[in-house]
């Protein structure tokens, strides 16, 4: 399954951006996705994930209050609407079944998302 993550680009400390990731052929369960993202010279960490039907998702405690995921079913779309931004969110940014773990990171291009004033 291809998929792919748009929305990132520069934004100023306190800014907002909405990343959205599609899969144009459509298979995946939503419910097992998550958001990934790798900072230069870090690992690889799961910020946001789904963890069942419904409302149920998780966050880390680094975007908890400030992040929200959330899906369009019809468009076969989750999203990542990223607020409150800071330099530290600062990376490229990928989607990916949870299960996956950290070799998301390792897959596709992902989308860079600056937070620079």
Same mark, same amino acid.
């Given at each position: 399954?291809?998929?792919?993550?748009? !929305?990132?680009?520069?934004?100023? =400390?306190?800014?907002?951006?909405?990343?959205?990731?599609?899969? =144009?052929?459509?298979?995946?369960?939503?419910?097992?996705? !998550?958001?990934?993202?790798?900072? =230069? !010279?870090?690992?690889?960490? /799961?910020?946001?994930?789904?963890?069942?039907? !419904?409302?149920?998702?998780?966050?880390?405690?680094?975007?908890?209050?400030?992040?929200?995921?959330?899906?369009?079913?019809?468009?076969?779309?989750?999203? /990542?609407?990223?607020?409150? /931004?800071?330099?530290?969110?600062?990376?490229?940014?990928?989607?990916?079944?949870?299960?996956?773990?950290?070799?998301?990171?390792?897959?596709?291009?992902?989308?860079?998302?600056?937070?620079?004033?």
């Amino acid at each position: 399954v291809q998929l792919v993550e748009s !929305g990132g680009g520069l934004a100023q =400390p306190g800014g907002s951006l909405r990343l959205s990731c599609a899969a =144009p052929i459509f298979t995946f369960n939503i419910y097992t996705m !998550g958001w990934y993202r790798q900072a =230069p !010279g870090k690992e690889c960490e /799961l910020v946001a994930a789904f963890t069942g039907p !419904g409302d149920s998702t998780s966050y880390a405690d680094s975007v908890k209050g400030r992040f929200l995921i959330f899906s369009d079913n019809l468009l076969n779309t989750i999203y /990542l609407q990223m607020n409150s /931004l800071k330099p530290e969110g600062t990376a490229v940014y990928h989607c990916g079944a949870v299960a996956e773990g950290r070799s998301v990171c390792s897959r596709g291009q992902g989308t860079q998302v600056t937070v620079s004033s």
